[in-house]
């Protein structure tokens, strides 16, 4: 009894110990690493440490697969490069790698939801998966009661747990201890703490797009909704993956006509069925530049306005940082590793 009193005792002091730790918000992709660290002071946010390699060479989706001790050793590099000492890590694995499901069912409490949800029952009954269960790491999250129909939609996102141990695996390869995993889409909703005046009671959405992440997540009273948007392996080629760029004017004009009608439809179908409007989307992307992009989708998205996702405009970032960051034309593609930044336990 003692031993087992003793054990719960360590338990919660080594809960405490992590709570009181910082994290390396640690961002891997298929051609790159980034870091980054920040330091929090009430609600004044401070970018303390950013680092990134990238990995050359004609950069596939399973390169990460294929080449993990290489990215091992990219990120060992980045964080002796950048003196970091924080050994806990928040990491990200992609959202091409999850499914993703906004399933109604019939009104639960939330009692009756956590039942549901412990003895896997619900997810059985609603969600037709490839593999087993248990293979999977699930979330799950409410995203609205319809009392008249007495129906709820939630939104359920599994994870296989291969995919989290590659990263966990590169993680610790490095020399971290990986405490926070979070599919990427949450990393860039974690970013948005980041920016000032920006309020969940109107809805918000955040696009990422480029060779290997695409989707929409729209945010509404801290309820996220997340659709992924089809870009075919030929578009890919013509456009997105720059080591093979070959599109004409016309060809990406084209391709982004298909991109925004698939959000378009998306953000309409969100609208009609929880009676608000969507009036700006933040896009982010791992692209080099952007800036054709976001001219595209602002042309064949009418009515809503299209910003580039700026994760340090309302943040302190030191001289020296800041000279590192801007060398980089596309300044969204730190947006994740920042959201994994915040994520203090």
């Not at 091409?96 to 997810?123: F, G, Y």
């Amino acid at each position: 009894m003692h031993r087992k009193l003793f054990n719960q005792i360590k338990d919660w002091l080594s809960k405490i110990i992590v709570q009181q730790e910082d994290v390396v918000g640690v961002d891997i992709m298929p051609g790159y690493i980034r870091i980054a660290e920040l330091d929090q002071q009430k609600n004044n946010w401070t970018l303390t440490r950013v680092g990134y390699r990238y990995v050359e060479g004609q950069i596939e989706t399973d390169d990460l697969e294929e080449n993990p001790d290489n990215y091992a050793d990219k990120l060992q590099q980045v964080l002796r490069t950048n003196k970091i000492t924080t050994t806990n890590a928040a990491i990200s694995i992609p959202v091409s790698s999850a499914i993703i499901r906004v399933i109604s069912v019939p009104m639960m409490t939330e009692e009756e939801l956590q039942e549901a949800v412990r003895t896997d029952s619900l997810w059985e009954n609603v969600v037709q998966l490839p593999d087993a269960l248990d293979e999977y790491s699930i979330f799950h999250q409410v995203i609205t009661r319809h009392s008249k129909e007495n129906m709820m939609d939630i939104l359920f996102v599994a994870s296989k747990l291969n995919d989290i141990e590659l990263y966990m695996r590169i993680v610790r390869q490095a020399g971290l201890n990986p405490v926070v995993v979070d599919v990427r889409c949450f990393s860039l909703r974690n970013a948005l703490d980041l920016k000032k005046n920006i309020s969940s009671k109107q809805p918000l959405a955040l696009l990422e797009f480029g060779p290997f992440e695409n989707y929409l997540l729209i945010l509404y009273q801290d309820s996220p909704f997340i659709a992924e948007i089809y870009i075919s392996e030929q578009d890919k080629e013509k456009y997105l993956l720059l080591s093979s760029s070959s599109a004409t004017e016309v060809e990406s004009s084209k391709i982004f006509e298909r991109y925004s009608l698939q959000v378009s439809q998306v953000i309409s179908t969100y609208q009609a069925k929880y009676k608000v409007e969507i009036k700006k989307i933040f896009v982010t992307s791992t692209l080099p530049s952007i800036s054709n992009a976001v001219d595209q989708l602002q042309h064949n998205l009418s009515g809503i306005a299209v910003d580039v996702f700026n994760p340090i405009s309302d943040i302190r970032v030191p001289e020296n940082i800041a000279k590192k960051i801007t060398a980089e034309p596309n300044i969204s593609m730190f947006a994740p590793v920042l959201g994994l930044a915040t994520r203090k336990l």
